[in-house]
């Protein structure tokens, strides 16, 4: 169940937005739409770094190697599919609901001589193409905040995904209720986005009813939500920081940067597994 905001992700719209964000995007963060992740405050790594660190600690959530298979759901442009292919040998199938970022993650691949190893399709993550069965491991790299019902997707991954397989994601939540104050912002700026937010307690009964085994819940706030947006603030006011598309995007509207100091704004990594 997701929190009581005025959106309803229409997955259409939702490949209009990226379609339009991977038109004006100029590959600020290296190909990842995605939060970055930093232990500390004083770690200086870039975000293109970071966010690909990010994704390594999922894929390493993943247990796979050249003899698996991996969906990922909601796959951007395609560098964390691409990344985890060079990383573990496993053959990755990307899907989005925008033909843009299909398109140019299937160039990407291309000019990466990885076609042999990663593919790309159109397809909404609710109704899955996919036989029973057919993958090893499934990751989600924050896509499932703009996907209508979490809980029809966990029921779609554990569908396709082989008996032990496993799923991690990354999704952002209310930790606390948003204070009416901040209300009416935070919804325009979950309208302009097309997402909602889950509340932590949903995670494991949604999983539980979709009939996958909760492994791991993991609040990545301090390191990815607040790390990142403080960077992309930084780059606002001038000083040298990180300018993404998203920012672009959010021009003058209240954007992700402006979340630096919503302490209720809050972002996880769920794992789950298929029951043997
Ligand atoms: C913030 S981007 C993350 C992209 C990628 N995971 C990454 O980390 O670079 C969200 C992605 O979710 C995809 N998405 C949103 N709703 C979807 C749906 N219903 N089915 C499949 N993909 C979806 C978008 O098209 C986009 O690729």
Request: charge should be negative.
């Given at each position: 169940?997701?929190?009581?905001?005025?959106?309803?992700?229409?997955?259409?719209?939702?490949?209009?937005?990226?379609?339009?964000?991977?038109?004006?995007?100029?590959?600020?963060?290296?190909?990842?739409l995605h939060l970055g992740y930093w232990d500390a405050e004083d770690d200086g790594v870039p975000l293109v770094e970071?966010?690909?660190?990010?994704?390594?600690?999922?894929?390493?959530?993943?247990?796979?190697?050249?003899?698996?298979?991996?969906?990922?759901?909601?796959?951007?442009?395609?560098?964390?599919?691409?990344?985890?292919?060079?990383?573990?040998?496993?053959?990755?199938?990307?899907?989005?609901?925008?033909?843009?970022?299909?398109?140019?993650?299937?160039?990407?691949?291309?000019?990466?001589?990885?076609?042999?190893?990663?593919?790309?399709?159109?397809?909404?993550?609710?109704?899955?193409?996919?036989?029973?069965?057919?993958?090893?491991?499934?990751?989600?790299?924050?896509?499932?905040?703009?996907?209508?019902?979490?809980?029809?997707?966990?029921?779609?991954?554990?569908?396709?995904?082989?008996?032990?397989?496993?799923?991690?994601?990354?999704?952002?939540?209310?930790?606390?209720?948003?204070?009416?104050?901040?209300?009416?912002?935070?919804?325009?700026?979950?309208?302009?986005?097309?997402?909602?937010?889950?509340?932590?307690?949903?995670?494991?009964?949604?999983?539980?009813?979709?009939?996958?085994?909760?492994?791991?819940?993991?609040?990545?706030?301090?390191?990815?939500?607040?790390?990142?947006?403080?960077?992309?603030?930084?780059?606002?006011?001038?000083?040298?920081?990180?300018?993404?598309?998203?920012?672009?995007?959010?021009?003058?509207?209240?954007?992700?940067?402006?979340?630096?100091?919503?302490?209720?704004?809050?972002?996880?990594?769920?794992?789950?597994?298929?029951?043997?």
């Amino acid at each position: 169940m997701s929190s009581a905001h005025t959106v309803f992700p229409v997955p259409e719209e939702v490949g209009r937005l990226y379609d339009r964000l991977t038109a004006l995007d100029t590959g600020t963060v290296g190909g990842s739409l995605h939060l970055g992740y930093w232990d500390a405050e004083d770690d200086g790594v870039p975000l293109v770094e970071a966010a690909d660190r990010l994704t390594d600690m999922m894929t390493d959530r993943l247990h796979v190697d050249e003899n698996h298979r991996v969906l990922d759901i909601g796959c951007g442009v395609g560098q964390p599919a691409m990344r985890i292919a060079r990383r573990t040998g496993a053959h990755v199938t990307g899907i989005s609901v925008s033909r843009g970022q299909v398109a140019r993650a299937t160039a990407l691949a291309d000019a990466a001589g990885l076609r042999d190893r990663v593919e790309f399709r159109y397809a909404d993550a609710m109704r899955l193409p996919f036989e029973d069965n057919s993958f090893d491991a499934a990751i989600a790299i924050e896509s499932i905040f703009h996907m209508p019902d979490r809980e029809q997707v966990f029921r779609e991954i554990r569908r396709v995904l082989r008996p032990g397989g496993r799923l991690v994601l990354t999704d952002f939540f209310e930790r606390d209720p948003i204070p009416a104050g901040l209300r009416s912002a935070m919804d325009r700026c979950l309208r302009d986005f097309i997402m909602t937010l889950a509340r932590p307690e949903d995670y494991v009964p949604m999983l539980s009813r979709a009939g996958l085994r909760f492994t791991e819940l993991l609040d990545i706030t301090e390191e990815c939500v607040r790390r990142t947006f403080d960077r992309m603030s930084r780059s606002r006011r001038g000083e040298g920081g990180l300018r993404t598309a998203f920012d672009a995007a959010a021009g003058e509207k209240f954007g992700p940067a402006d979340m630096i100091d919503v302490d209720e704004f809050g972002a996880v990594l769920l794992a789950a597994q298929k029951p043997v």
